[in-house]
């Protein structure tokens, strides 16, 4: 049996674009994040192959893994 939920509020169909156009915003600033982290991991791969990985597993060296 499908019980009707009585706290559910009507969506004035006026705002629909509004909530299409900040679900693309919000899309578009993940893409561009994204895009930033990767580009910076991939700049800086050399570095942390020099200093992290080629040196002595230390504390300091495995709370930088952690984070």
Partial sequence: MHSIRSDVEPVDPSLVPLFISELDITQCTNVAILTLVVYNTIIT???EIKYFWS???S???LIYFAV
Avoid: L
Wanted: no cysteine.
């Fill in 59 to 61: 504390f300091v060296s």
């Fill in 45 to 47: 791969m050399d570095k």
């Fill in 55 to 57: 040196s002595p597993r």
